[in-house]
């Protein structure tokens, strides 16, 4: 069964440095997303992507946060400088396109701790 | 401002009763809805979608929506531990690109 990929499952970075989170969604999904979800917190929006650009994005998602598909099959978040408070879960998701209530499958997601 | 609104819990019920879960949502735009379930240190997964009003069966699952009172439930019927998990709503206003937007979720757990 197709499933969306992350690597790497745990990250573990500097304050101040970069990241770069990697998804891989469903082969055949033309939408694709990040979420958050910070420990304890709800599941948060941060940047949908379609037709190789951003479509929308939430607060959250401010210049230290950029989306790129940079082939045909990955799709990456990257954090420029980060900070403690990035500290999350992030889930990537995609969908196909078509009828509104097609389903968003997640991947796994990535554990980022900021030290 | 979309703002999903659902009792965090935890809701305790013994294994084989009917667990309800509840959520209000404020964007009265929003025309469809997802139930998502998260295991601890999880991914969300899908259980259920519903769009119009009145109730939807999937097995032990039943999703009922009421969009006059923005509010949309849950029920596991049957609960079995494996049911222990987070339970999200999520609507969305079947606009854009059809990013959800989450509640807090609320715990269940099913004690044997």
């Known amino acids: 069964e197709p499933e969306v990929t992350q690597t790497p499952s745990h990250q573990v970075t500097q304050m101040g440095q970069e990241v770069i989170l990697r998804c891989v969604p469903i082969?055949?999904?033309?939408?694709f997303y990040w979420y958050r979800q910070i420990l304890g917190q709800k599941v948060e929006f941060l940047v949908s992507?379609?037709?190789?650009?951003?479509?929308?994005k939430s607060e959250i998602f401010d210049d230290q946060f950029s989306v790129e598909r940079p082939d045909g099959s990955n799709f990456t978040l990257k954090i420029r400088s980060t900070k403690l408070e990035d500290s999350a879960m992030y889930f990537c998701?995609?969908?196909?396109?078509?009828?509104?209530?097609?389903?968003?499958?997640f991947g796994p997601g990535t554990r980022l701790t900021v030290l | 401002q979309k703002e999903v609104e659902q009792n965090s819990g935890p809701l305790s019920v013994p294994e084989g009763a009917i667990a309800s879960l509840n959520c209000t949502y404020s964007?009265?735009?929003?025309?469809?809805f997802f139930w998502y379930r998260q295991y601890s240190g999880k991914s969300p997964e899908l259980i259920m979608f519903?769009?119009?009003?009145g109730d939807k069966e999937d097995g032990r699952f039943t999703a009922q929506l009421n969009k006059a009172s923005q509010y949309v439930s849950l029920l596991i019927r049957d609960s079995q531990p494996s049911d222990s998990a987070t339970y999200l709503c999520?609507?969305?206003?079947?606009?854009?690109?059809?990013?959800?937007?989450f509640g807090k979720g609320t715990k269940l757990s099913v004690i044997p």
């Open positions: 998701a995609s969908r196909m396109e078509g009828l509104p209530y097609n389903e968003q499958f």
């Open positions: 082969s055949n999904h033309l939408y």
């Open positions: 992507f379609y037709n190789n650009e951003i479509s929308e």
């Open positions: 964007d009265r735009g929003s025309q469809s």
């Open positions: 519903i769009y119009s009003n």
């Open positions: 999520a609507p969305y206003s079947g606009a854009g690109s059809y990013q959800l937007t």
